[in-house]
């Protein structure tokens, strides 16, 4: 994680995250001392962290149109857990 702001040089990015398709969705930290739940990590703010956010596969709606529906709600425990 190396992106700096230009003026002071400080590390910026305090969190990578890879979205991947897996069997079962879940929000997944590289370490095991971290969770991530409605409130984010649950680490400090200024600690580097790598999740991974795991979907399954999408499920096509018809033969007939390439539009997809995820079934999972990963996405919505992201969206919390990146606001709080």
Not at 14 to 41: K, M
Not at 69 to 74: G, H, W
């Amino acid at each position: 994680m190396t992106i700096r702001a230009t003026g002071s040089r400080r590390q910026i990015v305090r969190q990578l995250w890879l979205i991947a398709l897996a069997d079962h969705p879940a929000i997944v930290s590289e370490d095991p001392a971290i969770t991530f739940d409605d409130n984010g990590a649950t680490c400090f703010a200024d600690e580097n962290v790598r999740l991974r956010l795991e979907l399954p596969r999408p499920v096509p709606r018809s033969a007939a149109t390439t539009s997809v529906t995820m079934k999972t709600d990963a996405f919505s425990q992201f969206a919390r857990g990146t606001h709080a």
